[in-house]
């Protein structure tokens, strides 16, 4: 079976600041992840993923995920936030590239002027 | 290219009655998945269709049944509405075969059932 757990529902940053949202995943076969952003009353964005290529990925907008295999983490960052941040951000797991999606609660960011 | 489209965007029903959800999938995409999300909550899968049939599900009851035509584009059907029912409900459409399979999602129907 496979899991995401999404630490904190609710991450405040300053504009400029470092964004950090962390996800850890459980899973008995090899897994592909995923991080989605979600602005309000709109659909799911894929920011980024991890399909074993290479365990740092980057994304769209600055934003980059590393896969530690040993900790089951894919938390995503970005060096400096911005306003347009603002939003819910989903990471999700898979057991293949196109297979159903197991999400994470999410966490919504803030950003503060 | 359009992306995946859903119809209606929003919608009301009573509970007890029947809804139709309708999606139509990014072009190239062959597959469809259906996704049911709480206000606050993380999507929850609700099942995925391939080649008019369903290949995967979650853990939803029957009243939950889906569709997929020729075309690709898919129906998903709730019979018997609850209160609980009331949700955003997002399709999801990608590509079976090739590099990037990722999933595309539309904007979503808002169900509401009173």
């Known amino acids: 079976a496979q899991s995401v757990t999404q630490l904190g529902s609710h991450v405040s940053v300053s504009e400029g600041a470092l964004v950090l949202l962390r996800c850890n995943y459980s899973?008995?076969?090899?897994?592909?992840l995923f991080w989605y952003v979600q602005y309000p009353n709109q659909g799911l964005q894929l920011l980024l993923k991890y399909t074993s290529a290479a365990t740092l990925v980057k994304g769209i907008n600055g934003f980059e995920a590393e896969f530690k295999k040993s900790e089951t983490s894919f938390h995503l960052t970005k060096p400096s936030a911005h306003m347009s941040d603002a939003a819910e951000y989903f990471c999700a797991v898979s057991d293949w590239q196109g297979g159903k999606l197991i999400f994470g609660q999410g966490t919504e960011l803030s950003v503060k002027p | 290219d359009a992306g995946v489209t859903q119809s209606p965007t929003h919608l009301i029903k009573t509970r007890g009655q029947q809804v139709t959800l309708r999606c139509s999938p990014k072009?190239?995409?062959?597959?469809v998945s259906w996704y049911q999300q709480a206000l606050g909550q993380g999507p929850q899968f609700i099942f995925q269709?391939?080649?008019?049939?369903?290949?995967q599900r979650g853990n939803f009851p029957d009243r939950f049944s889906g569709h997929q035509f020729p075309n690709y584009s898919s129906e998903l059907n709730v019979n018997a509405l609850l209160l609980g029912d009331s949700a955003l409900y997002l399709c999801?459409?990608?590509?079976?075969?090739?590099?990037?399979?990722?999933?595309?999602f539309g904007q979503g129907t808002r169900l509401t059932v009173v």
């Open positions: 999801a459409s990608s590509q079976d075969r090739g590099l990037n399979t990722e999933a595309f």
């Open positions: 899973s008995s076969v090899p897994p592909y």
């Open positions: 269709y391939y080649e008019e049939e369903e290949r």
């Open positions: 072009s190239g995409h062959d597959t």
